[in-house]
C-alpha cells in the first residue's frame, strides 16, 4: 500500500496487472462545530474527456446521478452524517468499462448547503481518499488530505488518469470556494 502525499502521482495498474474493478473510498470527521445543523458531506465523480471537461451532463455521477451510462463509474450511495469509522462514501469503477474518450476520473467532495449552513472544510479533520482493489479487498494507494483548508467548501480530492494503455492517480488536494456550483463550472456541468 502506497501513502501519498499532495501533487503525487503513482502507477495504479502497471503494478497491478489485470486490474480493473477498484473500489474507491472516502472519509472525514468533523471538529467540534456547534451550528445546529449535520456536517453532510458528498462524494462526487467527474467523468472527464482530453480537455478536463464532461462531455456530457451525465458525466457527473454524485447522489442525484448513482450510475454512470456506461457502467464504469457506481455512486454506492450518500451518507447523511459522515457518523461511525471506515469510508463515509464509496465509488466503484470498471477500468475495462470507461469509455475510450475518457482520459480521466476526478474525485471529489463538498459539503452541503454550506453556506446556508456556515460549514466549510476547516471544521473538517481526517479527510482520506484510498483505493482498494475490488476483487481481493487490497488497499493499494492511500492519500490523507491533512488540514490544509480553511474557508473552501468543495476539494478536488484525487483523480485517476489513463497514461497510454495504464491508469495512474494524482494526489489533487485542491480546495475552491463555492462549493458544487464552483466544481460543476470547473468540469463543464450545466447548473
Excluded at 474525485?107 to 456556515?118: G, P, Y
Excluded at 481518499?129 to 494507494?141: A, F, G, P
Aim: some cysteine; glycine content about 12%.
Amino acid at each position: 500500500m502506497i501513502n501519498l502525499f499532495k501533487g503525487q502521482k503513482v502507477d495504479l495498474t502497471k503494478g497491478n496487472p489485470g486490474l480493473s474493478k477498484i473500489l474507491v473510498g472516502l472519509g472525514w470527521d468533523t471538529k467540534k462545530y456547534d451550528g445546529g445543523f449535520d456536517f453532510d458531506l458528498d462524494a462526487a465523480a467527474f467523468i472527464l474527456g482530453s480537455n478536463g471537461k464532461v462531455l456530457s451532463d451525465s458525466d457527473f455521477v454524485f447522489y442525484n446521478n448513482l450510475k454512470h451510462s456506461s457502467g464504469a463509474v457506481q455512486h454506492m450511495g450518500d451518507n447523511l452524517t459522515g457518523a461511525g469509522e471506515g469510508d463515509d462514501e464509496q465509488i466503484k469503477i470498471d477500468l475495462s468499462k470507461i469509455p475510450a474518450n475518457v482520459d480521466k476520473i476526478a474525485f471529489t467532495v463538498t459539503i452541503h448547503e454550506a453556506d446556508a449552513r456556515k460549514q466549510n472544510f476547516g471544521q473538517v479533520s481526517n479527510a482520506y481518499i484510498h483505493i482498494y482493489d475490488e476483487t481481493n479487498n487490497k488497499e493499494l494507494i492511500r492519500y490523507d488530505l491533512g488540514e490544509d483548508f480553511s474557508i473552501e467548501t468543495a476539494v478536488v480530492v484525487g483523480e485517476i488518469y489513463r497514461q497510454g494503455s495504464e491508469w495512474k492517480f494524482n494526489a489533487v488536494g485542491s480546495g475552491f470556494k463555492g462549493g458544487l456550483r464552483a466544481l460543476c463550472q470547473n468540469f463543464g456541468v450545466n447548473v
